[in-house]
């Protein structure tokens, strides 16, 4: 049997369509492995929205040359593909800087991938079109003991694509167009999942709040609606979704987190910045205070919510007075996590042609204080949660014998003191003690299979 090695880089979209390659190529002959040196087809599932996430390719590529050179020297064929975001804004450039790449392929067009293999036997191939067909319709479910394999959370993604076109950022090049999966898709799947064993889906998209896909009777389904039907799934006691844009933050959706025991009061969604004169710049379209009030209604509908957002330090022409607003916002709205980052100017967006770059040195500091102040205030969030009871979903044994590892309403890993609960079931944890990267916890009872 041939083997197939796949690495993604970058967000959940591509974890989910290694997947998907994977469950495809499976049906060429290939089995997965872990080791990259057995080999014989090596994906590298790549990211393009920061410079350096881009370069990693690069140098992972030289050590792909090397391997598949001394491969060839005994006598073995390496097939070495480029796909995702980097494959897709990049093409061709990648054979010139990549001697080992065989196939360059975008995110839209994996399920050309058997194709473009053949192919490659003669000649070297990019294949970035976008393409008319969903590829979702030609790349095929994988067996039940491998979606069982892959754990009782499962992503699923539900939309592609975005239409927003901040200043930054390289995904509506990268991603195309939004488009929205029809439900009646989403829902299929979302059975199969459940029939495996899956108990926590993640709905994922680019812009997954701006869902408006097809439903069975032709209208046009928003998220909210969506969440209310996949809650109905026999199994799925746990809704989440992610990335969201505060602008697609309807009532509908609200009102979800308010109405849906199953839909997890942890919400990701993104700010970037707490500065109105940077929003604007970036075209998010929203000012600082209206996020907070936006806040203020999600956690009126839902007290116990827990946030985590996405920031940029150092956009181009951001003052010190405009970062420190920034901080101003986090201290005001309290975040469970975030991620943050030095902004990267990328090739052929908008704002990596404004003059004003601020230099390294102040990003680097700007990080610092900004990442600072978010993981008090993560080390906050878990340490308050010391005391409570919270439903934790047993996902693996612990570390130690005795123990079962699980994850909380609010993605905290927890390790509790049990032998007596199986994977995949939901249980009420007293929550004793916080770790800097997990919490520990007692058994109380049995979970109430849905609310947290
Ligand atoms: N769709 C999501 C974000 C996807 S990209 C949203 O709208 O929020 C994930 C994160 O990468 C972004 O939220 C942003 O914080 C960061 N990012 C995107 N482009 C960047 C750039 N050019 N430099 C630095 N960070 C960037
Ligand atoms: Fe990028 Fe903005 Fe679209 Fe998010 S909403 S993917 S940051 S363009
Ligand atoms: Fe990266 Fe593409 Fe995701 S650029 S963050 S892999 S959409």
Redesign the pocket.
């Given at each position: 049997m041939k083997k197939v090695f796949v690495k993604s880089?970058?967000?959940q979209?591509?974890v989910y369509d290694a997947e998907r390659m994977a469950d495809m190529l499976a049906t060429e002959g290939y089995s997965e492995t872990k080791a990259m040196e057995e080999a014989d087809l090596v994906i590298l599932n790549?990211?393009?929205?920061r410079e350096k996430?881009a370069e990693k390719v690069y140098s992972e590529l030289g050590r792909v040359r090397e391997m598949k050179q001394e491969h060839e020297a005994a006598g073995r064929d390496i097939r070495v593909v480029v796909a995702?975001?980097v494959a897709q804004a990049e093409g061709k450039e990648i054979l010139r800087r990549a001697p080992a790449v065989d196939v360059v392929v975008g995110?839209q067009n994996y399920h050309n991938l058997p194709a473009l293999l053949k192919k490659s036997r003669t000649d070297r191939i990019v294949d970035t079109e976008f393409p008319i067909e969903d590829k979702f319709d030609h790349l095929p479910a994988p067996s039940k003991a491998k979606t069982r394999s892959r754990g009782v959370s499962a992503f699923l993604t539900i939309q592609e694509g975005c239409d927003k076109f901040c200043t930054f950022c390289?995904?509506p090049y990268?991603?195309g167009a939004e488009v929205s999966r029809p439900v009646a898709k989403i829902l299929d799947e979302a059975l199969r999942l459940a029939d495996a064993g899956v108990r926590e889906l993640t709905l994922i998209g680019?812009n997954v709040n701006a869902y408006h896909g097809e439903g069975p009777d032709g209208s046009i389904w928003s998220l909210g609606r969506l969440l209310h039907r996949l809650a109905e799934v026999p199994g799925i006691a746990r809704l989440r979704y992610t990335t969201s844009h505060p602008r697609d933050m309807d009532e509908e959706l609200i009102a979800a987190h308010r109405d849906l025991p199953a839909v997890m009061p942890y919400l990701h969604l993104p700010v970037q910045s707490g500065s109105d004169r940077i929003l604007d710049v970036m075209n998010r379209k929203h000012t600082g205070d209206e996020y907070r009030r936006l806040i203020e209604r999600i956690r009126l509908a839902q007290p116990r919510l827990a946030l985590s957002s996405d920031f940029i330090v150092g956009f181009p022409g951001e003052t010190d007075a405009e970062f420190e607003e920034t901080m101003r916002l986090v201290a005001d709205v309290g975040f469970a996590s975030s991620f943050s980052f030095k902004y990267s100017p990328r090739p052929g967006t908008p704002a990596a042609d404004i003059d004003a770059q601020v230099p390294e040195a102040v990003k680097a500091e700007r990080l610092a204080r900004l990442q600072n102040l978010l993981e008090m205030q993560r080390q906050a969030f878990n340490h308050g949660t010391v005391g409570q009871t919270l439903d934790v979903l047993l996902e693996k044994p612990g570390r130690h014998p005795g123990q079962m590892a699980g994850k909380s309403p609010y993605l905290q890993a927890v390790q509790i003191e049990t032998d007596r609960h199986a994977v995949g079931e939901i249980v009420t944890v007293r929550i004793t003690q916080a770790g800097s990267n997990s919490l520990f916890g007692e058994w109380v009872g049995s979970g109430s299979q849905a609310a947290a």
């Open positions: 880089y970058g967000c979209m591509n790549t990211c393009h929205i996430a995702g975001c995110p390289v995904v990268t991603r680019q």
